[in-house]
């Protein structure tokens, strides 16, 4: 087979871009040209060598497919260009049988022949059929110039075809490179399988090591859950029992109490038989001594009442100004020191919250009331602020303050700051705080020594049902 060489000196591009070899197919012989010449060409334009490799095979598919498989073998003629103007720029090979073939004979190996390459296509062309496929030259090899494809065209059409043996020859020693490269490849397959299988048995080894551990440890978890559920009932009931016993005794206490204060104010009347001024002062003792204790009753009930959840909020919208405004009222009463000044800041207006009035309203008199207890000259202030979605109350003081080991304990029932007593319970700030946690908000402070405190008391707009 032999090829021909263009008409004009100079390279014109055609349709399918600039042509660079074009051979006959005519016998069975011209399949070895072809795929030797399409490997030449392939290479010629800078494809890597799978890719030549593939394109090559195509197109002996192609070739033997037209003249061995069809009952009449058609000739055809195969055509190499290369398109300019495109990018990447592509490598297009084009058969065409000087016959039309069939639609039910039109290559039955075409979707694997299609594999092979980036495009493929067959259609008629008149009496004709065209073969087209296509391979994108890698942008590594650089754009192809007219001049250089000129060159690649010269050198291709100069060159001599091999002869099938040749052809056949080197098929060969590829296919024996191919077959020990899969050979080395199959030896590298089975060595990572072994390697897989000895890491697949350590880690069933450890998994298996891992559930009895886990196991050991869900029995130990179980246990300890069982421990803590009965600690907790027992818990409960002593809670239960405590809230119980602290109710009955204040109950029981509150009668007595508050009659003895009764006949403290039926001595102390004037219109009573007269007193001496020592019976004076121990009658005012007995009434001062009988008011703490009853204080410290009403205590113990609220706190009995907070800890077993008897206490049910009655939700309304509360107008805080009016709250702030009663506050301001009572609480001068209990600012009794001179040197103490008591400034209650109403809120903005719109100021309203949904609450229930009387535990706001405690909560709020409990803070200014511990504010007054310990603070012996400067202010004590009460605002509120709106942030978004909550209410900030603020009440704060210039007194002693708390140290920074003692500012969470002061919410534990009785306990009071060493060395800072001013003779009350210790229950006003734990009620207060349950409160706010009925509520629906928090309750917590921040204090300098020597300097004084704060109290922050956040709630909810509108809490959430």
Do not use: C
């Not at 197109?59 to 497919?65: F, H, P």
């Not at 942008?139 to 060159?151: N, Y």
């Not at 080395?184 to 060595?191: G, K, Y």
């Not at 009071?416 to 207060?432: E, I, N, R």
Request: glycine share 8%; aromatic share 4%; net charge negative.
């Amino acid at each position: 087979m032999r090829t021909g060489r263009p008409d004009h000196a100079m390279i014109e591009p055609g349709e399918n871009g600039i042509p660079l070899l074009r051979m006959a197919l005519r016998a069975e012989p011209d399949v070895f040209v072809v795929r030797q010449r399409g490997r030449e060409v392939a290479a010629a334009v800078g494809l890597e060598h799978q890719d030549q490799i593939r394109l090559a095979t195509a197109l002996s598919e192609i070739g033997r497919y037209l003249l061995v498989t069809l009952a009449v073998p058609v000739p055809a003629e195969v055509v190499f260009s290369v398109t300019i103007g495109t990018d990447p720029q592509t490598l297009v090979t084009e058969v065409v049988a000087s016959h039309s073939i069939d639609t039910d004979q039109r290559l039955p190996g075409a979707l694997a022949v299609g594999r092979l390459v980036d495009s493929f296509s067959v259609q008629p062309n008149g009496g004709s059929t065209v073969i087209r496929m296509s391979r994108r030259i890698p942008r590594s090899a650089g754009p192809l110039t007219p001049a250089h494809l000129e060159a690649v065209r010269g050198d291709l059409t100069s060159s001599a075809a091999r002869t099938p043996l040749e052809e056949m020859a080197e098929q060969n020693e590829q296919l024996l490179a191919a077959l020990e490269q899969a050979r080395a490849q199959r030896d590298e397959l089975a060595r990572l399988n072994e390697e897989l299988a000895e890491t697949n048995r350590g880690v069933l080894a450890l998994y298996t090591q891992l559930s009895e551990e886990l196991d050991e440890t869900n029995r130990g978890v179980v246990a300890l859950h069982a421990e803590l559920e009965e600690r907790s009932a027992r818990l409960r009931v002593v809670s239960e029992t405590k809230s119980r016993f602290l109710a009955n005794v204040s109950h029981e206490l509150r009668a007595p109490v508050t009659a003895v204060i009764g006949l403290t104010r039926l001595l102390a009347d004037p219109f009573s038989d007269p007193l001496t001024d020592e019976q004076k002062e121990q009658v005012e003792l007995i009434r001062s001594s009988a008011a703490d204790l009853l204080a410290l009753v009403n205590d113990l009930l609220d706190l009995g009442k907070a800890e077993s959840g008897t206490i049910e909020p009655t939700w309304s919208d509360v107008e805080l100004r009016a709250v702030f405004g009663q506050l301001r009222g009572t609480a001068r009463a209990m600012a009794t020191r001179p040197g103490i000044e008591l400034v209650v800041v109403d809120p903005k207006s719109p100021a309203v919250i949904r609450s229930d009035e009387v535990l706001l309203t405690q909560i709020l008199r409990n803070l200014l009331h511990n504010g007054l207890k310990f603070t012996e000259r400067g202010e004590v202030q009460m605002t509120a602020d709106r942030d978004g979605e909550w209410w900030t109350f603020q009440v704060s003081d210039t007194g002693i303050g708390i140290p920074p080991e003692h500012q969470e304990r002061i919410f534990e029932e009785f306990y009071q700051v060493p060395g800072k007593s001013s003779g009350g319970t210790g229950l006003g700030l734990p009620y207060a705080r349950r409160l706010a946690t009925i509520l629906g908000g928090s309750l917590g402070v921040t204090s300098v020594p020597g300097t004084g405190s704060t109290f922050t008391l956040q709630l909810p707009v509108r809490p959430e049902p």
